[in-house]
């Protein structure tokens, strides 16, 4: 893919780990950096081109499409002086977790469409996933917001708040719990005798390979693992330790539900302001 426009001016209002990535896919496809400004506070070069400011400018055009990517506890620092900036054109997309589209709507009221995202971090590879969100706008808005997030992998769009927060649970957070299993599977195999390197590179080669035939095969992970599994061989015995009382199963669930609580205490704790 080539040549993707955003609307502009763009502002990035921080530009982490998850705005980053998805800035870096972005130019990796062709937007123009000239279209983008940053905000953050250290001011640090971000890439070739692109201004970076450690404050919304005061003066100048609204810009036409914001990127809100500070951490959920900072909207508050940046609130005030964003939304004085916003023109009644503007739309403000919003990917921190929890911050429900109530709470964006109370800060900034004059942007004409807000809608939430949550992406994860293969984005920065176009193969993310990004959930999007929206209560109101316009349909040109969002459809502009869905061609630039398809550059990064996958969109899903759902027209229910709750819905959201659940997917984006999942997507956003699930990266990190796959990069556990990855650390754990070479973890087990150096403990075997591997040499530790060795383990990790095998680990996350597996799990890339895995991944790619789960996507790409047409068939459920379930069924993939039964075709790698015949009775009383070696994988089949260790899915056994596995599945033994659904153990991977709770385990997982628990780790879901543990994000997903605290993805509400964040939502309670925006809501109060
Ligand atoms: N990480 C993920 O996988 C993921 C997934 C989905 C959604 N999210 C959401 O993405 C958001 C950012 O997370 P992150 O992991 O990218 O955090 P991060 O790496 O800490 O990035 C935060 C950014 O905010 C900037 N910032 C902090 N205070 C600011 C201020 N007062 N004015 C302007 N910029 C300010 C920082 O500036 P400096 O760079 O100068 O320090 C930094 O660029 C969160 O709301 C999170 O919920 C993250």
Known sequence: MTGIAAPAPFLLVGC????GAMLRRWLDVGLDP????????????????IRVLKAVPESGPPPALVLLGVK????????PDLAGALGDATILVSILAGVEHRSLRDRFPAARTIVRAMPNTPVALGKGVTGLYAA????????????????????????????????GTLTGCGPAFVFRFVDALAAAGAALGLEAAQAARLA?????????????????????????????????????????D????????????????????????????
């Open 16 to 19: 982490g780990n998850m705005a």
């Open 34 to 49: 000239a279209s983008v400004t940053v905000i953050r506070l250290s001011g640090q070069p971000v890439a070739p081109g």
């Open 72 to 79: 959920p506890q900072k909207i508050d620092e940046v609130a």
């Open 136 to 167: 109101g706008g316009t349909a040109a808005d969002r459809a502009a917001v869905e061609r630039l997030m398809a550059a990064l992998g996958l969109v899903e769009w759902t027209d229910d708040e709750a819905t959201f927060d659940l997917l």
């Open 204 to 244: 996350t080669a597996t799990v890339e390979g895995a991944g790619l035939l789960t996507a790409g095969s047409g068939e459920t992970p379930s069924r993939l693992a039964d075709r790698v599994a015949s009775p009383g061989g070696s994988t089949r015995e260790g899915l056994n330790v596995l599945d033994a």
């Open 246 to 273: 659904e153990a991977l199963a709770t385990l997982v669930r628990r780790t879901l539900e543990a994000s997903f609580r605290r993805g509400r205490e964040m939502a309670e704790a925006a809501r109060r302001g």
